[in-house]
């Protein structure tokens, strides 16, 4: 069953393959790359009070992904890339050196968008962030570093780190204002 299961993942890549362009061949790369304009954002978000709570949020949500990501499963599920599996396929970046199970970039860029959209601000810009970590999720399928399970495990990672970042927010902010509320009391 698990080599019918990854002869489909094989061929999805392989048809993802068939349709590259040299325009795509040059996007890809950098919508990939694209990935740091996540903690740039971040920091941004942190500097104006107004926006300060989705850049925490995000902070959160973006080291709870590298934590549980990289550093947890990564290492625990070992996956070998599928461009370590197919030689023949002409990377466009730099051959990864880590696993490939779930895909970092996509749960990054999940974490940081989920924790965005969960902090309530900024709503004009939630279908533009959610689109561009999509962009992100796909330029791994795209650039042949990640099967498809791997950039669905990535999404729900982050998403969850998101998840997670927000309603610690939430708690802590709520315990320091009872706090607060019981030194105006006292």
């Not at 069953?1 to 590259?20: K, Y």
């Not at 990289?70 to 030689?87: A, E, G, S, T, Y």
């Amino acid at each position: 069953m698990e080599d019918i299961f990854m002869s489909i993942e094989m061929q999805i890549l392989n048809a993802i393959q068939s349709f590259r362009t040299p325009a795509g061949d040059v996007l890809m790369p950098l919508i990939s790359h694209g990935l740091v304009l996540w903690p740039a954002l971040a920091l941004i978000l942190l500097i104006r009070k107004s926006t300060r709570k989705a850049g925490v949020i995000m902070m959160i949500a973006m080291v709870f992904d590298v934590l549980c990501c990289n550093m947890l499963l990564k290492n625990l599920v070992q996956r070998i890339r599928p461009c370590d599996v197919n030689l023949a396929v002409k990377l466009l970046v730099d051959r990864p050196t880590d696993y490939s199970f779930p895909s970092g970039h996509t749960a990054l860029s999940f974490a940081a968008v989920s924790g965005f959209c969960f902090s309530g601000i900024l709503k004009k810009w939630r279908i533009p962030a959610v689109v561009f970590a999509c962009l992100i999720a796909f330029s791994r399928l795209y650039l042949y570093l990640h099967y498809p399970t791997d950039i669905l495990a990535g999404a729900v990672v982050g998403i969850f780190c998101g998840w997670t970042a927000f309603h610690l927010y939430k708690a802590l902010s709520e315990r320091m204002q009872a706090g607060k509320q019981e030194e105006v009391t006292a």
